[in-house]
């Protein structure tokens, strides 16, 4: 590599900051600080191997262990929510990765654009619970945000062969997931193991389930809305299940620009790291006679009604998608714990969903976060019932 970049890493313990800190290695770049959730013994692993000048925890008890496991080095640890964003107001850092899973994610990207450092965006449900927050503060303080999620980096990379005014649809391909082309009747009562089966990624165990229900193409859906900031209706998701397409952008000629690569989040995050630079290689080959063929199919959204929902949540904005993707949050885990069956998810969040369309008003940031936390609190009240 040409060049290295010194970067906070957030979310470091998850697939995604796992993989990141591959590339770290691979490119020689530097993590100046690091932030994980409540995993303080890995975090202590990598902290020991890059030397970050701080650590932090989003949990208040990991955080006091971390800085027992680290009382013989110089390494500050920061403890909660604020202490992340304090951490990262601190730091020196070009470029903040954030990785952090959920909607907490929210939070260290809003400190991220304040600090003034480039932001590589893995973390989807900062856009789609408040995408237009997000981007009007990004362009406010002139913060260049590159996508990590391989759909919408792949779409950054396509919108580069034409102009933005001639861009006709984006299209954003999906595995379709582990249960591509089964029936409702079939779908509800399939297990974790079974959901977590994913055919061609490895990510993490929520995420894996989102794809199952295909409500994290949904969630894309949204997000590729607010980010390259192009109407609901002009995109549109089609299943690719060899995962070599990653999305493609339609210009008004009907020309079809695609991005392919094997299936590795490694090149992504490469990507956004350097901000669309390319530095070299840090994934394998791409040989097409090995693939053989490239399918496609088209959503099916009666025996997956998820994404449906989520295009509905998308059009209507405000609060919404934050209501969406707090009552899928509350619902996965759930399923995840084995208190309700697969087909609970769809129901619960349905449920929510419908109930809760009054905050579709939220604007305010302050008004999208109480959404969220009412969406909670009504999704548990909906699992307590059912219960």
């Not at 932090?56 to 971390?66: F, G, N, P, S, T």
């Not at 089966?197 to 969630?219: E, Q, R, Y």
Request: aromatic share 4%; proline share 2%; charged share 25%.
């Amino acid at each position: 590599m040409e060049k290295n970049v010194k970067l906070d890493l957030l979310g470091s313990t998850g697939s995604i900051g796992e993989q990141t800190i591959d590339v770290v290695r691979q490119t020689g770049s530097q993590i100046v600080s690091i932030c994980a959730n409540q995993n303080d013994k890995r975090v202590e692993e990598q902290a020991r191997e890059f030397k970050p000048a701080f650590c932090a925890m989003a949990d208040e008890q990991a955080a006091k262990r971390l800085r027992l496991r680290l009382a013989d080095t110089g390494i500050q640890v920061f403890g909660g929510a604020s202490g992340i964003e304090e951490m990262i107001a601190k730091s020196d850092a070009e470029v903040t990765l954030n990785a952090v899973l959920g909607e907490a994610g929210l939070s260290p990207t809003l400190a991220a654009i304040q600090s003034g450092k480039a932001l590589a965006l893995a973390n989807k449900e900062s856009l789609v619970v408040a995408g237009e927050i997000v981007m009007r503060l990004a362009e406010e303080h002139q913060t260049r945000i590159t996508p990590v999620d391989s759909e919408h980096c792949a779409i950054h990379q396509c919108l580069t062969a034409g102009k933005r005014g001639d861009v006709k649809r984006l299209i954003v391909t999906a595995s379709g997931g582990a249960f591509f082309g089964k029936t409702k009747e079939t779908l509800a009562d399939m297990t974790a193991a079974e959901a977590l089966a994913h055919p061609t990624w490895s990510m993490g165990a929520k995420i894996t389930v989102d794809s199952a229900t295909l409500m994290n193409k949904g969630f894309e859906l949204i997000e590729a809305s607010r980010l390259f900031d192009i109407e609901m209706d002009r995109i549109e998701a089609i299943i690719h299940r060899e995962s070599i397409i990653h999305s493609m952008v339609e210009y008004i000629d009907h020309s079809v620009i695609a991005q392919l690569s094997v299936p590795d989040m490694r090149s992504c995050i490469a990507y956004g790291l350097f901000g669309g630079e390319r530095r070299g290689a840090v994934i394998e080959e791409l040989d097409l006679t090995k693939i053989g063929r490239l399918s496609f199919y088209e959503p099916d959204e009666e025996n997956f009604p998820l994404l449906a929902l989520a295009k509905k949540c998308g059009r209507i904005g405000g609060g919404m998608p934050a209501v969406l993707n707090a009552t899928n949050e509350v619902a996965v885990e759930a399923f995840l714990g084995g208190r309700i069956r697969f087909g609970g998810i769809e129901e619960i969040v349905s449920e929510a969903v419908e109930a809760l369309m009054p905050l579709a008003n939220a604007c305010q940031l302050a008004e999208i976060l109480a959404a969220d936390k009412s969406a909670r609190e009504y999704a548990r009240a909906l699992l307590s019932k059912k219960g």
